[in-house]
């Protein structure tokens, strides 16, 4: 079973600038997460989709950030403009049920100059 | 804030011996998932336990649940370099999202 694919793998980037982010979850797992990781810390939720639909993006900084899942399968991370405190590895996750075990892509490490 | 601790924040043992991190959350929940992390890499599920459950293993790990407490424990008996990772815990509440301790940086000492 392949895991959670997620694409770049790195991105540098001068603020002000637009990235963006792809994930493609692993096959019939209905929901699909995305995460902020800051140096040090736990990762933080950022938005969460169940299949096409958004269920909780309360943590999202709507100004700048934003996340589609289209058609319930891949999903795209945008920022735009970037800030320096962007900097951080995105995790994508998905999961067959919601609430259960998180299954975790690579991560993209962004950093912004 | 939905968010516990875990403790300690690094650890440093030498192989060989046994590693116990702690969690401690504040609200109620549906199960409590520990994770690892090696460096640069992605989050990699190690066991779930759910509110009804006290104690689970799997292999060399084994963790606890105190509901009564809000705290659960992740012990790794007879470590390894290889066990060098940052350990997190995640909650659950009820099908809502997950949330993340700082997590527990584990180094273990040839």
């Known amino acids: ?113 | 804030s939905q968010q516990g601790e875990e403790d300690p924040q690094a650890l440093s043992i030498q192989e060989g011996e046994n590693a116990t991190m702690n969690c401690s959350y504040k609200t109620s929940i549906n199960n409590l998932q520990w994770y690892r992390q090696n460096s640069g890499r992605g989050l990699v599920h190690l066991i779930l336990i759910r509110s009804n459950e006290r104690e689970k293993h799997s292999g060399r790990l084994r963790v606890t649940l105190d509901t009564s407490k809000k705290s659960s424990s992740l012990l790794i008996t007879a470590s390894r370099a290889a066990d060098t990772a940052s350990y997190f815990c995640a909650r659950n509440n009820y099908g809502q999202n997950f949330v993340f301790g700082p997590g527990t940086r584990l180094s273990v000492l040839p």
Do not use: M
């Open chain 1, 1 to 113: 079973e392949a895991g959670v694919a997620q694409s770049p793998r790195y991105k540098i980037i001068e603020k002000r600038q637009s990235v963006a982010f792809w994930c493609n979850p692993i096959s019939g797992h209905a929901t699909l997460y995305w995460y902020q990781q800051i140096l040090g810390q736990g990762p933080k939720l950022l938005i969460q989709f169940q299949n096409n639909g958004v269920v909780d993006d309360s943590q999202l900084p709507k100004d700048r950030f934003s996340a589609e899942r289209l058609k319930g399968v891949d999903s795209t991370l945008k920022i735009q403009p970037a800030k320096l405190e962007d900097s951080a590895v995105y995790l994508c996750a998905s999961n067959p049920i919601l609430g259960e075990t998180q299954y975790f892509g690579p991560g993209t490490r962004l950093l912004v100059l």
